[in-house]
C-alpha cells in the first residue's frame, strides 16, 4: 500500500539505489554483537521470520531452528512442541516469547527475544535465551537446532571461521569434522547463505540421518552451562541473503526497442483531449457540483490527467520545454504538476543560505516551460514549498538554519515568524509576470491549484526535532488551560493537533485571498485519516497521494487485486474526498519494478472513474532533464523511462479522462465528529483514525466521501446512506437516511467477484483478476491460466499475467468501431536489473538499456461488426510495424497476442482499423 516518504524524493539522489539495502551481495563480515559495531536495525531483516512460538524460519523456509533439551535420562523436549502457557510481546521483529518449557523432570521457563540490527547495512536478527528453573536443575544437553535439508543443501560448503566443510551426500557419520568453538559460522547454497555470529559459540555439526526418516544435517549451537542452574542463557546473531537475481535476455525476457517520438495521427495519438491553449474559457473552478467546470463556460464539466514534473525536469531548454509540452498533448495530459521546483529555483539550490533568492536564470525556463504548457492546452499545478532550505536569520523565534523540511512544515502552523518567511518567496514567485504570456503567474487561468505546503499532514510532522517537538507540547498544555479540557490525553492531543492545522489552513486560504491569489488552494494532502476531513475542508479542492508498491525501502511485489479490499489503490483514499469539493490526486503509481504493475492503467482509471473524481496526476514523469531528453534504463517513479508506464497510462486516460466507466450509481457519505476522529488519539499511516474497512471497502462499489457533522454542520447534498458511528442529530441528517457503520454490508474476499453498482467493474480479490466492460473500452487483467471475457473481448490460454484491452478510437462503441487500439502488457525490466533475491523484493543494481519485456501469449476474440479490418502490430510511437493474422468468423475477430522475438519486435500493441 502507499508508503510515501519525503525522502523518496532527495533530488541528488539515484531513485532505486538510495535505501539500506542497496548493495548487498556479498556474505556478512564476522562480527560480535558484543563489540558495538552493531546497532538497532532500520529494516526488518532479510529473509528471517517468526511463528507464534518463536521458533526461526530462514531463507523462505529452507532452514529452521529449534531449541532442544535433554532432561536427566536423555529424554527429549522441543520448542515447537513442548511450550506451553506461551506470551508474546514486542512489535515487528522486536519480540519477546515467554512461556513454560515442559522438559521431562524438568519444570523450566523459556524466554526468547529477537531483536532487528544491522551490522554495517546488513540486517539480521539477535537471538536471545534464557532458560530458567525455581530450583536448580541439571540437564544432558541443550541447543538450539538449524536443521538444514539434505535435498538443499547436499554438496554446499559450510565454513567456521574460514575453515570449510562439505556436506556429504550420502550418510557418513553422526558427528562431522568441525571446529567445536566459533564466533562466525556461513551455510550457503545456490539460493541464499545464511551467516550466524557470536561470542565463542559452543557448536557441533551433525549429520541428523543418523535417525531414521530424518533428512536433515544440522548446526548445533549449545548452551554452555546445562549443569545444576537456575538461569543459563544464549545468544547469537542470525542473518540471511539470498542469492543475487538478473534480468537477462533469455528464453523469458526479450529485447524491447521503445520508439522515443509518438507519431501525429498514428493510433498512439492522444491529441483529440487537448482544447488548447489552456485558460481559453476562463480559471477552472469548482462548480455547483463540487466537479471542476469552467469559469467562463458554467456546467462544463473539466477531468484532468496528468502527471508530475520534479526537480531538474522542471528546468529546460526552450527547445525541449516545447517538445515536452507536444508530447503531452500527444498523450493526452490535459494537466502538469510542476513538483519539487523550490530548491532549484532558489540560488545555492541545496546549499542555499536564504529561501526566497530566487535564481532569475530557473525562473526563465520555468516561466517558458508553463507558457509552453499553456500553449498546448495543459493546466498547471504547483507546490509553493516542497524542500528548500531556510537561512538562520529568516525565521523569527526560531534563529536556527533549516535544511530539514518537516520541521518548516511542523514550524508554518505553530510559530508566526515561520509562516511570515514561508510567505516571501509565494509572494515573490505568485506576482511575477511571466515575460512569455505577459501575465503574473497568480493572474494566469492556466494557473489551476496551488498546493502551499507538500505534504503536511499535522500528525505526520509535528515532532521532526526535540525543540519543535516542545513547542508543540508546551502549545498543547496552553490549549487544556485556555479551553477548560481534561480527560483522556491522547485524544485531546489529536483534537489539538487537528484544530492547530485547520486554524493554520484557514490562515493560509485567507493569505492567498488577501493578496488577491485567486487559483484554488489545497494541502494536507497525504495520509487518510478521518481528522484530515476537518483541515481539508478549509480549502477549496481536496487532494491526496497513493502508491502501490511504493519502496520501503523493499518492494513487496505483490498485486494490487489480491490484497485487502480496504487497501486497493486507489481506494484506500476514496473516503478522504469531501462531497462539494472537487477531488484529485496529485501523486499516484504503480510503482516499477513491481511484476504487476500492468494491472496499474485498469485499476487506477477504473476506479478512479467510478467514485467521479475530478484529476489524476501521475508520480512522476522525469526527475531530471536528461529523463525528459534521453532514453534512460527504468528509473524509481518515472514514467519517461518505464515503457510498461507510459502504455497503463493511455488506459488511464481512456477510462478515467475520456470517461469510458461511468461514476458509480449510488453514493454514501460519512458523517465526520472530532470525538470519534480523534478518540484513538493521532492516526497514523495505516492504522489508527482510519475510517472503518467496510467503509472504505464500498468505494469498490458505489461512490463514497465524508463531511464534517460537529458544531452545528449538517450533511450537503442528497445521498443514499449516511454513515456514522452513532447516529447524527436529525436534522445534520438534511434529510438523508443514517446506516450505522456496524451494519455495513461485508464485501467478499473469498473468491466471489465484487461487481461495481454501474456493473463496469467486476474484480475478484481471491484470483486476482478484474474485467473492466464499457461500450467504449473493455479490459480484462489476470495472471496465467484464467480464461475471462467481457461483452465484447475475451482473453483465454494466457500464459502470463497480463493486463488485455481493447477500445474504441473512434466516435463507435467498441462493437462498433473501425479502429481499435489493443494492449497486451506483461511486464518490462532493465538488462542486469539485479535483485537480492528470485522473488524481486530488494532492488540492488537498476541495470542498463535495452528494455526487456516478459514473454507472454494469449488467445484474444473481439465482437465487432465489421469483417474487413486488418490487425497491425505498431510500436511505441503508434507506427504500424506488420500485419498481424486475425481470423474473422461469427461476427469476432481472434488473433494470438505474443510478446516474444519470433516475429520480429515483440508486439505490446495492436491496431485494428480499416486497410
Not at 497 to 511: G, I, R, Y
Not at 629 to 634: A, F, L, S, T
Request: aromatic share 10%; glycine share 8%; charged share 25%.
Amino acid at each position: 500500500m502507499k508508503l510515501h516518504y519525503e525522502t523518496h524524493k532527495q533530488g541528488k539522489m539515484n531513485m532505486n539505489m538510495k535505501w539500506p539495502f542497496a548493495g548487498v551481495a556479498a556474505m556478512i563480515a564476522a562480527l560480535s554483537f558484543w563489540t558495538g559495531g552493531v546497532k538497532a536495525a532500520d529494516a526488518a531483516p532479510q529473509g528471517i521470520s517468526l511463528d507464534h512460538r518463536g521458533l526461526l524460519s530462514i531463507g523462505g523456509g529452507a532452514i529452521s531452528s529449534n531449541l532442544v533439551a535433554f532432561g536427566p535420562g536423555w529424554k527429549y523436549a522441543a520448542q515447537d512442541y513442548c511450550l506451553e502457557n506461551i506470551k508474546k510481546s514486542g512489535k515487528g521483529m522486536d519480540l519477546k516469547y515467554e512461556a513454560d518449557f515442559n522438559v521431562p523432570g524438568a519444570k523450566l521457563k523459556m524466554i526468547e527475544t529477537t531483536k532487528a540490527v544491522n551490522d554495517k547495512g546488513k540486517t539480521g536478527l539477535k537471538v536471545s535465551y534464557t532458560i530458567s528453573s525455581q530450583d536448580a536443575v541439571s540437564l544432558d544437553n541443550m541447543y538450539v537446532a538449524f536443521r538444514m535439508p539434505v535435498k538443499e543443501f547436499a554438496g554446499s560448503t559450510i565454513t567456521s571461521n574460514g575453515e570449510k566443510v562439505t556436506f556429504p551426500q550420502t550418510y557418513e557419520k553422526e558427528y562431522l569434522a568441525f571446529p567445536k568453538n566459533s564466533s562466525m559460522i556461513s551455510v550457503a547454497n545456490s539460493k541464499f547463505t545464511m551467516n550466524i555470529k557470536g561470542d565463542n559459540l559452543d557448536i557441533a555439526l551433525v549429520d541428523a540421518r543418523v535417525q531414521k526418516n530424518n533428512e536433515n544435517y544440522e548446526l548445533r549451537v549449545n548452551f554452555k552451562n546445562c549443569k545444576d542452574f537456575t538461569s543459563t542463557e544464549l545468544s547469537f546473531g542470525v542473518f540471511s541473503e539470498e542469492a543475487p537475481f538478473f534480468i537477462a535476455a533469455d528464453k523469458n525476457w526479450v529485447e524491447l526497442p521503445v520508439a522515443a517520438e509518438i507519431q501525429e495521427g498514428g493510433i498512439l495519438d492522444f491529441s483529440f483531449r487537448s482544447d488548447a491553449p489552456a485558460g481559453k474559457y476562463g480559471r477552472i473552478v469548482p462548480g455547483r457540483d463540487g466537479h471542476f467546470e469552467y469559469e467562463k463556460n458554467p456546467g462544463s464539466r473539466v477531468r484532468l490527467v496528468g502527471t508530475n514534473t520534479c526537480f531538474g525536469a522542471n528546468y529546460l531548454s526552450k527547445e525541449a520545454a516545447d517538445r515536452l509540452a507536444r508530447t503531452f498533448q500527444l498523450m493526452g495530459y490535459n494537466a502538469i504538476r510542476f513538483h519539487h521546483t523550490d530548491v532549484d529555483l532558489i540560488k545555492g539550490a541545496w546549499s542555499a543560505k536564504k529561501s526566497d533568492d530566487i535564481n532569475e536564470s530557473q525562473l526563465d525556463k520555468i516561466d517558458y516551460l508553463f507558457a509552453a504548457m499553456k500553449k498546448a492546452g495543459i493546466y498547471v499545478t504547483i507546490d509553493l514549498y516542497t524542500m528548500r532550505r531556510f537561512g538562520a536569520d529568516e525565521i523569527e523565534g526560531w534563529n536556527k538554519y533549516v535544511d530539514n523540511p518537516n520541521v518548516i512544515k511542523a514550524l508554518v502552523p505553530i510559530l508566526p515568524g515561520a509562516f511570515n518567511a514561508w510567505t516571501k518567496m509565494a509572494l515573490k514567485w505568485l506576482n511575477h509576470v511571466n515575460p512569455y504570456t505577459g501575465i503574473a503567474w497568480k493572474d494566469d487561468p492556466a494557473l489551476v491549484a496551488i498546493c502551499p505546503v507538500n505534504e503536511d499532514s499535522i500528525a505526520s510532522v509535528w515532532a521532526p526535532t526535540p525543540e519543535v517537538k516542545q513547542l508543540y507540547l508546551d502549545r498543547f498544555e496552553k490549549w487544556k488551560t485556555e479551553n477548560n479540557k481534561s480527560g483522556n490525553p491522547d485524544a485531546l492531543f489529536a483534537q489539538f493537533l487537528t484544530e492547530l492545522k485547520v486554524a493554520s489552513n484557514k490562515q493560509m486560504a485567507k493569505f492567498f485571498k488577501d493578496n488577491g491569489i485567486n487559483a484554488m488552494i489545497t494541502g494536507s494532502n497525504w495520509w487518510d485519516t478521518m481528522a484530515q476531513t476537518f483541515e481539508r475542508t478549509e480549502f477549496d479542492l481536496v487532494d491526496n497521494h497513493h502508491y502501490w508498491d511504493h519502496p520501503q525501502p523493499s518492494y513487496n511485489q505483490n498485486s494490487d487485486m489480491k490484497t485487502s479490499l480496504a487497501y486497493v489503490c486507489p481506494n484506500f483514499m476514496t473516503p478522504t474526498r469531501i462531497f462539494g469539493r472537487p477531488f484529485t490526486v496529485s501523486e499516484y503509481n504503480f510503482c516499477a519494478p513491481n511484476q504487476f504493475r500492468a494491472e496499474g492503467g485498469a485499476m487506477f482509471g477504473a476506479y478512479s472513474a467510478l467514485q467521479d473524481w475530478d484529476g489524476v496526476y501521475r508520480f512522476a514523469w522525469a526527475h531530471s532533464d536528461k529523463n525528459v531528453m534521453e532514453q534512460k534504463p527504468i528509473e524509481g517513479f518515472d514514467t519517461a523511462t518505464d515503457p510498461l508506464n507510459l502504455l497503463t497510462e493511455r488506459q488511464i486516460i481512456l477510462l478515467f479522462g475520456r470517461g469510458d466507466v461511468a461514476p458509480a450509481k449510488k453514493r454514501f457519505i460519512y458523517a465526520v465528529t472530532m470525538d470519534e476522529a480523534t478518540k484513538g488519539g493521532l492516526g497514523d499511516m495505516w492504522g489508527k483514525g482510519l475510517f472503518p474497512q467496510p467503509f472504505i471497502a464500498t468505494g469498490l462499489v458505489s461512490q463514497i466521501g465524508s463531511q464534517v457533522v460537529d458544531n452545528g454542520r449538517t450533511i450537503q447534498g442528497k445521498y443514499d446512506g449516511v454513515v456514522a458511528a452513532s447516529a447524527p442529530a436529525a436534522d445534520a441528517l438534511s434529510g438523508n437516511q443514517f446506516v450505522d457503520a456496524k451494519n455495513l454490508t461485508k464485501l467478499p474476499e473469498s473468491g466471489e467477484e465484487i461487481v461495481s453498482d454501474n456493473g463496469q467493474i467486476i474484480l475478484n480479490n481471491k484470483k486476482g483478476y478484474v474485467k473492466i466492460v464499457t461500450d467504449k473500452t473493455e479490459c480484462i487483467v489476470a495472471p496465467a491460466a484464467i480464461d475471462l471475457g467481457g461483452k465484447n473481448l475475451s482473453v483465454k490460454n494466457r500464459t502470463f499475467f497480463s493486463s488485455v484491452s481493447a477500445s474504441a478510437m473512434d466516435s463507435k462503441p467498441l462493437a462498433e468501431s473501425k479502429r481499435v487500439l489493443l494492449f497486451h502488457l506483461t511486464n518490462v525490466l532493465n538488462t542486469n536489473m539485479q535483485f537480492s533475491n528470485p522473488k524481486m523484493t530488494t532492488l540492488v543494481k537498476r541495470g542498463t538499456l535495452p528494455y526487456l519485456v516478459h514473454v507472454g501469449s494469449a488467445e484474444v476474440s473481439l465482437k465487432n461488426s465489421n469483417p474487413d479490418m486488418k490487425l497491425y502490430v505498431v510500436d511505441f510511437g503508434g507506427k504500424r510495424l506488420r500485419e498481424e493474422k486475425t481470423e474473422y468468423a461469427d461476427g469476432a475477430y481472434s488473433f494470438k497476442a505474443e510478446v516474444s522475438a519470433s516475429n520480429g519486435q515483440p508486439a505490446l500493441i495492436y491496431e485494428l482499423a480499416e486497410k
